[in-house]
């Protein structure tokens, strides 16, 4: 090969590797109030609120439009890595470190219900979409269904060999996801409580999962600096997304599906596009580790959660979600 053509050849490859030109998020403001680090962000689906949990053992409910707090919601005991809304916005529900899940009322910032019934730290939470089940993951090894009108253990998902870092239901509910330290990703019959299939793939611990919003696509976060897409039905691996140099904590779909947010130990969010797994951006801005990422209900906001103590809510332009 010449000089000219091996040129060539370089600059296609830069080209083909670098993160999209498009215009990146851009920071629109920052929540301070946690005393220790925001391991969760969600947002209502409404779009009007934002939780996180902490470190500090406490949720934090804040007003999107205004960036203020609303309320903190204190019964833990010890942290909290995890927090969801259910579907109608009427409860948040928070899992911890002292093996337990609280429901608070949303309106009035009630304690509702305690659940208990794990022996190690809860690390992930999420409701069915249409808000009956409540899935939970833990240390202990073990996914748990709640029913969420009566607090009652539905069932208890046995199969992983290491803790349960994450779980999410897919669009229609009749799918479970969990990630583990067992490097796997499990998919589960939710009405049977059956197991479907085991995901490898990953050669560390799998930190987290998210389904894509029709339920199509599987994304999967791992301490190997990957996040890997699979084919939610096949459990077929469809494409493995390089670009952090440590380890990816957290991941969020944008509402059309065509963007996928993550977040890791390298304090950076990177934003990749779905169908041809470029990277379109990466955003910079917090001191340390980012546990959580999420886009709001109509994808124009990314909320981030970090071990620098801060909330970050970042606009996306139409530009970056691929409208």
Do not use: Y
Not at 17 to 38: M, Y
Not at 183 to 206: E, F, P, Y
């Amino acid at each position: 090969m010449n000089a000219k053509v091996w040129l060539v050849a370089l600059c296609c490859l830069a080209m083909a590797h670098s993160p999209v030109s498009a215009q990146e998020p851009k920071e629109r403001t920052t929540l301070e109030g946690h005393t220790f680090t925001v391991f969760s962000v969600v947002f209502s689906r409404d779009g009007k609120l934002l939780a996180s949990g902490s470190a500090d053992k406490t949720i934090k409910l804040w007003d999107v439009k205004t960036g203020k707090e609303k309320v903190t919601l204190q019964a833990h005991t010890k942290i909290v890595p995890a927090v969801a809304f259910s579907p109608d916005v009427s409860l948040v529900v928070s899992g911890s470190a002292d093996k337990t899940i609280k429901l608070w009322d949303v309106m009035t910032g009630k304690l509702r219900n305690t659940l208990e019934g794990h022996t190690g730290i809860v690390w992930g939470i999420a409701f069915s979409p249409d808000g009956t089940l409540l899935a939970s993951g833990s240390a202990d090894k073990t996914i748990k269904l709640w029913d969420v009108k009566t607090g009652m253990e539905n069932a208890t998902l046995r199969g992983h060999t290491q803790g349960v870092r994450s779980v999410a239901f897919n669009a229609d509910g009749t799918q479970l996801a969990s990630a583990s330290g067992d490097k796997t990703v499990r998919l589960w019959d939710v009405k049977a409580g059956k197991l479907q299939r085991t995901l490898q793939g990953h050669t560390n611990t799998v930190t987290a999962v998210a389904f894509s919003p029709n339920g199509g696509l599987l994304a999967s976060a791992s301490v190997d600096q990957t996040v890997r897409l699979w084919d939610a039905k096949t459990g077929q691996e469809m494409a493995v997304l390089k670009g952090h140099t440590r380890a990816v904590s957290a991941l969020s779909f944008s509402p059309d599906g065509r963007t996928l947010a993550s977040c890791g130990d390298d304090k950076t969010i990177k934003m990749w596009d779905v169908k041809t797994g470029q990277e379109q951006a990466t955003l910079k801005g917090h001191k340390a580790t980012v546990f959580s990422v999420a886009f709001s209900p109509d994808g124009t906001l990314l909320a981030s959660g970090s071990d620098d103590h801060t909330v970050k809510l970042w606009d996306v332009p139409a530009t970056t979600k691929g409208q």
